[in-house]
C-alpha cells in the first residue's frame, strides 16, 4: 500500500511489498547515503524534480491517484506557466476526473492545434464522459488532416456503434482496409461492446471472404458454440 505524506515529495515513502524498492531511486542507496539525503533541504526545483520522476513510476503501474497527487505537487512547486498539463492529463482521466483532464487536455490542443495525439486523447475523454458529439467532431478533424490515422478511425468506429450507425462505422474502417478486415474488427468492437449476435454475423461476414483473417474463423468457431 502506498502512503504519502503531507510534508512533500522528499518525504515519501512506500510500504508492503518488496517490489516496491525501485519507486523512489534516490532513496535506494546505502542508510549513511539516505540519512543524509533525507536530511538535506531539497531546493523547490529539486522537489519538484523528484515528484514528477516518482509520478511517472507511480502511472506506470497504474496507481493513478497516487501519480495524480503528486504531479499536482510537483506542479504547485513550479514556476508561473510551468504546467504539467501533458502529464496529468491521461492520469487525470484514469481516476475519472473528466471535466480536469478535459480541460488540460483543450489547453495542450489550444497550442498545439495540429497535435493528433492530443486530439485523439481528448476525443477518448470526451467520449468517456459523454460528449459524443464533440468528440465525433475532433476525431473527424484528425482524419480529414490524417486519413489513414489507425487509432481515429477505430475510436470513431467505436464512437458511431455507440450511437447505432454501424454501417457507417464500417464504411470508417473500409476506408483503410479492406472488406474482410473491416467485417472483422466490426466484430471485435461489436462483442467488446456486448452485441453477441451482432458480433457473430459481422465474423460471419469476414470468414465470407478468401482472404478472412483466420482469427475470424476463431471467434466465429466459438461465437456458434455459445448459446444464442
Request: glycine residues 4%.
Amino acid at each position: 500500500m502506498l502512503f504519502l505524506i503531507a510534508s512533500g515529495c522528499a518525504q515519501l515513502s512506500l510500504s508492503g511489498k518488496r517490489e516496491w524498492s525501485d519507486l523512489l531511486s534516490p532513496f535506494s542507496s546505502s542508510s549513511e547515503e539516505r540519512r543524509e539525503y533525507r536530511n538535506k533541504p531539497l531546493s523547490k526545483s529539486e522537489e519538484r524534480k523528484l515528484c514528477i520522476e516518482t509520478a511517472e513510476q507511480l502511472a506506470r503501474r497504474q496507481h493513478w491517484t497516487e501519480a495524480v497527487q503528486l504531479y499536482e505537487k510537483a506542479e504547485s512547486l513550479g514556476k508561473p506557466g510551468q504546467s504539467l498539463d501533458r502529464e496529468l492529463a491521461p492520469v487525470l482521466a484514469s481516476i475519472g476526473r473528466h471535466p480536469d483532464a478535459i480541460d488540460r487536455y483543450t489547453r495542450l490542443l489550444d497550442k498545439n492545434p495540429k497535435d493528433s495525439d492530443i486530439q485523439i486523447n481528448l476525443a477518448w475523454t470526451l467520449m468517456e464522459s459523454g460528449n459524443l458529439a464533440q468528440a465525433e467532431g475532433h476525431l473527424r478533424q484528425v482524419i480529414a488532416r490524417e486519413p489513414k490515422k489507425q487509432v481515429a478511425i477505430s475510436n470513431l468506429a467505436w464512437l458511431l456503434i455507440q450511437t447505432g450507425r454501424n454501417e457507417e462505422a464500417f464504411h470508417t474502417f473500409r476506408s483503410i482496409m479492406n472488406d474482410s478486415v473491416a467485417h472483422h474488427n466490426m466484430g471485435v468492437l461489436l462483442l467488446e461492446m456486448g452485441h453477441v449476435d451482432m458480433a457473430r454475423t459481422a465474423f460471419a461476414n469476414a470468414a465470407a471472404f478468401q482472404d478472412a483473417p483466420k482469427q475470424s474463423y476463431e471467434f466465429l468457431t466459438a461465437l456458434s458454440s455459445s448459446p444464442r
